[in-house]
């Protein structure tokens, strides 16, 4: 269940890099100076960029167990682990030649 998880967190920050979001992975720490960091990016840097602006901020853990529930597709019925049902969108790609 954790790989099923781990993948979808994956899948949801590509997704957001191929929309040209910003996208941080790493390992949460705190450097001797008290700044934070996830990976190489400096989070004071960063909010610093963005203050006064509205914004998402995802946070995934990789290290979170819980498991994935399972969804039933309203459009097909089918039920489905995955981001989104992967039978309807192999059609809609089939169908439209894109996701
Ligand atoms: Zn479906």
Redesign the pocket.
């Given at each position: 269940m954790t790989a099923i998880r781990r993948a979808a967190i994956l899948k949801l920050a590509s997704t957001a890099y191929e929309m040209d979001l910003q996208v941080m992975n790493g390992v949460v720490q705190k450097a001797a100076n008290g700044r934070w960091h996830v990976g190489s990016h400096d989070l004071v840097e960063w909010l610093s960029q963005h203050e006064g602006e509205e914004l998402v901020v995802v946070l995934g853990s990789l290290a979170d167990e819980r498991p994935v529930e399972t969804r039933t597709?309203?459009?097909?019925?089918?039920d489905?682990m995955d981001l989104e049902?992967p039978?309807?969108r192999a059609?809609r790609i089939r169908l439209r030649g894109h996701a």
């Open positions: 597709c309203r459009t097909c019925g089918r489905y049902c039978y309807c059609n």
